[in-house]
């Protein structure tokens, strides 16, 4: 994970991949429930570690805000 990068880039959630968070959006709307799944339907998967939590944070807010309407 490259923090300076992530300050500069508030919308990048994971610097190994490149992963922003619109892309994160795309794969949580293409069904995907969690963390594994989302790196899976992108082709990639964790490096570092060090934003699965963030992700997987991400993934399930937005599971149960869309299971809530």
Known sequence: MNFNQRAAEPQLIC???DFYRHSIEESIAAGCED???M???LGSQ???EVCRPLINRLVLRKVAAE???
């Open 67 to 69: 299971q809530g309407k």
């Open 39 to 41: 790196m899976f339907d």
């Open 46 to 48: 964790f490096r570092c």
């Open 15 to 17: 610097t190994c991949n």
């Open 35 to 37: 963390a594994d799944e």
